[in-house]
């Protein structure tokens, strides 16, 4: 059987690409990671791959705002081959600056929201947030969710707070099954700062579109790929699998 193919994106500032290709090779994906310059030049590019994945870091060192510049290169010149992207069952990720990236392109939550429903602002601690999260599970209609239970992963951002335009947002987000992933303690409770590390409205971590083929994600999943990311892998069995592997397995477990 062949191997599923992802294509991780990066531009100047990008900082996560080694490790988020480590967590595609992990669960039996093929990695190959491109400049944007490259995929712009060579649209097709596309094409040859079934996951397309925006990276973290500080892509264009957030001049403007995060995510703003590779999101408007993304926008202007990749939208139709994207829109068909999907459309072909394909799958598109973007974790940190990548889901900035995605939600200023337009692509989440898309549907009837708009480009304008969404934005990621300044975590509202005033300061970058660097620490370990809980994840609840919150869409069952994301291909890149599983039923496994919550999630343990690191956060690292300044702009990661979640704002929506106002209460009617909330809910279409909630009734459209757009909210992938609730930030939660350890128990599965939500709860205030730091369990919600950046003030995200409704501890919204990430979001899916309609067809549940796009997620976008602050935590950085790829962190916690290898038994010893884990802030306390001594004292856990070594043999287990790494939590933040789930995301990236069963992505690749629908494809196949």
Known sequence: MAKVRALIVRAPGTNCELETAHAWEA?????????????????????????????????????????????????????????????????????CNGFQVLVKTGLLPGGELGSSAVTLAFN??????????????ASDRCRFVDDEGLLYAPVAHAEGRVLVRDDDTVAALNDGGHVAFRYVDAE???GGYPVNPNGSVDDIAGLTDATGQVLGLMPHPERN?????????????????????????AAVAGLR
Not at 69 to 84: N, Q, S, W
Not at 231 to 244: H, I, V, Y
């Open 188 to 190: 599965g409770q939500p």
């Open 124 to 137: 509202t601690s005033g300061r970058y947030e660097d620490r370990w999260v809980h994840l609840a599970p």
């Open 225 to 249: 790929a290898h038994v010893t990311n884990h802030p306390e892998w001594t004292r856990l069995q070594r043999d287990r699998k790494p939590e933040g592997l789930r995301l990236f397995a």
């Open 27 to 95: 669960v039996g994906a093929e990695a190959r990671i491109e400049h944007i310059n490259a995929v712009l030049e060579q649209p097709r590019m596309l094409d040859e791959s079934q996951i397309l994945t925006f990276a973290g870091g500080f892509c264009y060192g957030d001049d403007v705002s995060a995510g703003k510049i590779l999101a408007t290169e993304v926008r202007l010149y990749l939208a139709d081959a994207l829109r068909a992207y999907v459309s072909a069952g394909k799958l598109v990720l973007g974790v």
